[in-house]
């Protein structure tokens, strides 16, 4: 067909991923993803057959390059608490390296997930509750081997951090710099040691 184009199927859904990640999802239009991908809107139809399908698309992999990779590469970590520190320093890196200040895509679909259809909100409840766990057996393992206190509860614990986790990734969208992102790794530390 004359509309049809040939092009690497991973670049593309990389640039669709920065496209979503600076624009939100709403915001993002099949115009503003022909131009970031570099693709004409035939192609990105055939491929992709919608936009909701290509954030689909765009979501998980962006969740598997980042966050799963991330936490796979931590889970092989002896120390529990060296893990949990080198999350937080992982996402401070991160998050000064985005000039654009466009953020996590999983953390900003999930400031809009009231807005998002089913799917997706599954998407990031399991992807949520993944990250969540992380700590969890991160802190189980740290009382183990007497490096997070006994006294602190696993379950609430994890849920703190993790919220900690999103604050830092809305936080550093442009209102805190490395001093205030570090700061909130510090006091994540804090919560292993009560």
Known sequence: MPWEKEFDMDVAVDRAMDVFRAKGYAATS???LQTGMGINKGSLYNAFKSKANLFAVALDKYDRDNRQQLL???????DPVA???????????QSMQDKQFAGCLLINTALDLPNQPDSVRAFVTDA???FEAFFHRKIVAGQRL???S???????TAKSLLSLVVGLRVLSRGVFDRDGLTAIRDQAL???HD
Not at 83 to 93: K, M, N, V
């Open 30 to 32: 099949i115009s503003d």
């Open 72 to 78: 796979r590469d931590l889970d092989g970590f002896d």
């Open 83 to 93: 893990a949990i520190s080198a999350l937080f320093d992982a996402l401070i890196d």
């Open 128 to 130: 949520m509750a993944d």
């Open 146 to 148: 007497g490096t997070i």
């Open 150 to 156: 006994p006294a602190i509860d696993p379950t609430q």
């Open 190 to 192: 804090r919560l292993l």
